[in-house]
């Protein structure tokens, strides 16, 4: 089945610093992947989407970034932090329209 | 465009009582409906789904949704709740059936039980 890996689950990060989060996913091929991010007590904000190797859809301006150099891969990176991209980041992936898989999630703080 | 809306934000209800949590949907394609709960600090974990056969469909702790295709909804319904079940709730759609379709969520519905 489906297995979803995300770390680390926590990080504590200093505004101006870089960040690189990443997902790797088993269990299946050329799945879709996804970013989300939630701020405390909101809702899920979608922030990346990729269909395939290269191919990634931003959904929201921002002062992230994301990339898929593998099918199983995905990264999001931020090149200086702000305090507003705090928050609960989750990855996410679908296949064969099914449904959708979670990882744990990271807590990033950034202070 | 395809949209999912849950039209509470909050639920609270005593232990012991039902609870309904409201999802209507727009899409102007055939959609699969899902329910996800997330637990404090976790990611999301699948509750129930509707992908097609019966509008009823039934999770293994006693919660249930209903498919309403005329409504465009998929209420989520429990006849009695635990202290458990104090999670936050997500309604959500993939339409059409292509293997390229995005899953759309709600904003949630934080369902508080009080003892």
């Known amino acids: 089945s489906q297995t979803i890996h995300q770390w680390p689950a926590t990080l504590v990060q200093p505004v101006g610093s870089p960040l690189s989060l990443e997902c790797t996913v088993e269990?299946?091929?050329?799945?879709?992947l996804y970013w989300y991010r939630q701020a405390a007590g909101r809702g899920l904000q979608l922030l990346f989407y990729?269909?395939?190797?290269?191919?990634i859809s931003s959904e929201v301006p921002q002062n992230l970034s994301a990339s898929r150099p593998q099918d199983r891969q995905f990264i999001l990176s931020s090149k200086k932090l702000l305090l507003s991209d705090s928050g609960f980041y989750l990855c996410?992936?679908?296949?064969?329209?099914?449904?959708?898989?979670f990882g744990q999630g990271t807590r990033l703080t950034v202070v | 465009a395809q949209s999912v809306t849950q039209l509470d934000s909050q639920v609270p209800v005593f232990e012991e009582a039902p609870v309904e949590l409201r999802c209507n949907y727009s899409?102007?394609?055939?959609?699969?409906l899902f329910w996800y709960v997330q637990y404090p600090n976790q990611g999301l974990q699948l509750l129930l789904k509707?992908?097609?056969?019966?509008?009823l469909v039934e999770s293994i702790n006693g919660f249930e949704a209903e498919f309403n295709k005329s409504q465009t909804s998929f209420h989520l319904r429990k006849p009695s709740v635990h202290i458990s079940d104090t999670a936050e709730y997500f309604c959500?759609?993939?339409?059409?059936?292509?293997?390229?379709?995005?899953?759309?969520f709600g904003s949630g519905t934080r369902l508080s039980i009080r003892p």
């Open positions: 996410a992936l679908t296949d064969r329209a099914t449904e959708a898989f």
């Open positions: 269990g299946t091929s050329n799945p879709n």
């Open positions: 990729s269909v395939g190797i290269g191919q």
């Open positions: 899409s102007s394609v055939s959609v699969y």
């Open positions: 509707y992908l097609s056969g019966s509008t």
């Open positions: 959500a759609v993939i339409p059409g059936y292509s293997s390229a379709s995005k899953i759309i």
